[in-house]
Nanobody, 125 residues
């Protein structure tokens, strides 16, 4: 079982930065692709970013491309989402998720089998 825990959320002004972390207290996530998703009030959950199990590939939603960066520390069971140039529309609960290795569909929530509880990010204007 993989239990994911996100941290690093909070309140930040527009233009600011935050770094989210996702770690596990269970099985290692070194052999899982990892994704970040978010859900704003009244909206559906949407893909934000993903990083391959090796860390060699990253994928981003168009809305965050150039502002967000995903990374991972293999051996430390931790993945990160560095968020910069934050906008009020980035306000949401952010979730990390894990899935067995595959080479497509990184933006598809249905392919991820483990999810964290989420961390709130609020960007004020």
């Amino acid at each position: 079982q993989v239990q994911l825990v996100e941290s690093g959320g909070g309140l930040v002004q527009a233009g600011g930065s935050l770094r989210l972390s996702c770690t596990t207290s269970g099985r290692t996530i070194d052999l899982y692709d990892m994704g970040w998703f978010r859900q704003a009030p009244g909206k559906e959950r949407e893909f934000v970013a993903a990083i391959t199990w090796s860390g060699g590939g990253s994928y981003y939603a168009d809305s965050v491309k150039g502002r967000f960066t995903s990374s991972r520390e293999r051996g430390k069971n931790t993945v990160y989402l560095q968020m910069g140039s934050l906008k009020p529309e980035d306000t949401a609960v952010y979730y990390c998720a894990a899935r067995p290795i595959r080479n497509n569909g990184y933006d598809r929530a249905a392919t991820y089998i483990y999810w964290g509880q989420g961390t709130q990010v609020t960007v004020s204007s």
